[in-house]
């Protein structure tokens, strides 16, 4: 049994109900969307048809590893409609960070290819992304790399080449309390196709930076509130109150809805279970109860019919 106060967008009343309540979708992308590059049935169809309907759109995700172009050929390609300025990846978040605090130096990147497109379109200068020069077989005798003395910022996002030697520069770097230390995101885990294989997120490499440093980073993905704060930045428009959150992921995007006042939609194609959603509902904890949505549905699709 689900406590009574989470809805199921199961029938006509409840869709209807709850589309009347906002005018602003901020929507997740991976396991909302699709799941790597398989398309999750019937969710092009549904938020087409929301936007059919007068309600706007913006793509929110803790996702580094491409541009906004990237993305926005992405979810063109699965038959979504959408453009540019609609899309929020964190390695967009991050550039426009590092543009609000007028930031001056190089950034170091553990992390992919997108967030070092993006800091190009700002003019910022950044190296990591790719395979490490260093030897593979590096170890602590060897340690006689050189430093850059003008790399100001470490950023760290999915890294699928990360290295030994990888990892030591980004805390040799972060170690220097002068140098900002950024997690694009902290998710624990990517949604994986085969359910067996656990993929490891950046959360993994930002712990294990701040266990090496004794630091904290600066997190700039969802559940932070700096994350809205890009959202309204260029679209000052919008209103938390007539904005709903949809995500797959309870410890992030219900987190983040509810720490920036959002209404809060779970759909179970992704990393968050009904049962998961249950526990979390059951506990006493305050912190558990931040990640309670208000609706949940099996997928987007579910609600397709009622719209
Ligand atoms: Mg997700």
Not at 268 to 289: L, Y
């Amino acid at each position: 049994m689900k406590p009574s106060n989470i809805i199921d967008l199961n029938d006509r009343k409840a869709v209807e109900d709850f589309v009347n309540r906002f005018d602003y979708i901020i929507c997740d992308c991976d396991g909302v969307l699709w799941i790597d590059k398989d398309v999750i049935p019937g969710a092009p169809q549904t938020l087409n048809k929301l936007r059919s309907l007068g309600k706007k759109i913006i793509f929110a995700t803790n996702n580094s590893t491409k541009t906004r172009e990237e993305f926005l050929n992405k979810l063109k390609t699965f038959g979504f409609v959408a453009n540019l300025k609609e899309l929020f990846p964190s390695s967009y978040t991050t550039a426009i960070y590092l543009q609000m605090i007028k930031f001056s130096g190089k950034v170091y990147i553990l992390g992919s290819s997108g967030i070092a497109k993006e800091l190009a379109k700002v003019h910022i200068e950044s190296f990591g992304v790719g395979p490490d020069e260093t030897p593979s077989n590096w170890s602590p005798g060897m340690a006689d790399f050189d430093l850059d003395p003008n790399v100001k910022a470490v950023a760290v996002g999915f890294d699928n080449q990360l290295s030994f030697p990888k990892l030591a520069k980004a805390c040799s770097y972060v170690k220097n309390p002068k140098c900002l230390f950024i997690a694009t995101n902290r998710d624990e885990t990517y949604p994986s196709s085969k359910p067996e294989v656990v993929v490891p997120g950046p959360g993994a490499l930002v712990s294990a930076i701040e266990t090496v440093t004794g630091r904290e980073s600066i997190s700039l993905g969802k559940p932070g509130t700096f994350f809205f704060d890009c959202i309204r930045y260029i679209h000052p428009e919008i209103d938390p109150k007539r904005t709903v959150m949809i995500g797959d992921r309870l410890t992030t995007d219900m987190v983040f809805g509810h720490n920036n006042g959002l209404k809060t939609f779970h759909v179970q194609t992704g990393i968050g279970t009904f049962e998961e959603m249950i526990d979390f509902a059951r506990s006493d904890k305050s912190e558990d109860q931040l990640c309670v949505p208000e609706y949940y549905a099996k997928s987007l699709a579910q609600i397709l019919p009622f719209l």
